[in-house]
């Protein structure tokens, strides 16, 4: 099955600087890419996605990146802000049967802004 | 995208006891999936539960301990039976954005302690 690892498991920034996280998955059958945002206590949020036709994707602040080739993808946040300090989760999508695909998930990343 | 929610969102429960989680959709969706979540730990797909059909377990999970059932297009129950505090978790169901749409939406998942 699907094997997702996520780094780096912490990140701390400085209000206004970048942050980067970074995935990689082991099944090239994988098509689909989503980004979750976690506040304590709330259930997760999806923030951005990306497919496997797609190279780069932009919203605003956020923007995800996919090297198919090399089977990574990275969630790239500017201008960060106190609002933006959750967890983040990276996901693959693997196409089953029937139409529909499962996620697996990566282990998460706690990003600090302060 | 889809109102989910989920009941109960917390329980406390002794050990051997079994617990039934609903989730409820403001529309009708294809699968619904349930998921897993450890304190401070990732999700993990325990099954994906399709109307009209049996739901299929993820390695690791099996139907005796997790039942599920789909009676209809916005409706699932996932019951936790036999509970251990290893079961304590958050539960969470999450439902796609329609046939061959990737995109998932979680409700707002029930937490559970096992004593």
């Known amino acids: 099955g699907e094997n997702v690892e996520q780094h780096p498991s912490t990140l701390s920034v400085q209000e206004g600087d970048s942050a980067v996280i970074k995935c990689t998955y082991s099944?090239?059958?994988?098509?689909?890419f989503p980004w979750y945002k976690q506040e304590l206590g709330k259930r997760p949020q999806l923030i951005i996605d990306?497919?496997?036709?797609?190279g780069e994707k932009k919203d605003q602040r956020i923007a995800v990146t996919l090297n198919k080739t090399a089977k990574h993808f990275s969630l790239h946040i500017t201008e960060t802000q106190p609002e933006d300090s959750a967890v983040y989760f990276c996901a693959a999508g693997e196409p089953r049967n029937s139409g529909y695909s499962t996620l697996t998930f990566g282990k998460g990343t706690m990003l600090l802004v302060s | 995208s889809a109102v989910i929610s989920q009941k109960p969102s917390r329980d406390i429960c002794q050990r051997g006891t079994s617990l039934t989680i609903q989730c409820q959709v403001d529309s009708q969706v294809t699968m619904m999936f349930w998921y897993r979540q450890q304190p401070g730990q990732s999700l993990t797909l325990i099954a994906t539960a399709n109307q009209g059909s049996e739901a299929t377990y993820e390695s690791g999970f099996v139907i005796d301990k997790f039942p599920i059932s789909r009676p209809n297009l916005t409706f699932s129950t996932l019951t936790v039976s036999n509970m251990s505090p290893e079961d304590s978790s958050i539960y969470l169901c999450?439902?796609?954005?329609?046939?061959?749409?990737?995109?998932?939406?979680f409700g707002p998942g029930t937490r559970l302690l096992v004593l």
């Open positions: 099944d090239s059958a994988s098509n689909y």
């Open positions: 990306i497919r496997s036709n797609v």
């Open positions: 999450s439902v796609d954005a329609g046939l061959f749409d990737e995109t998932q939406y």
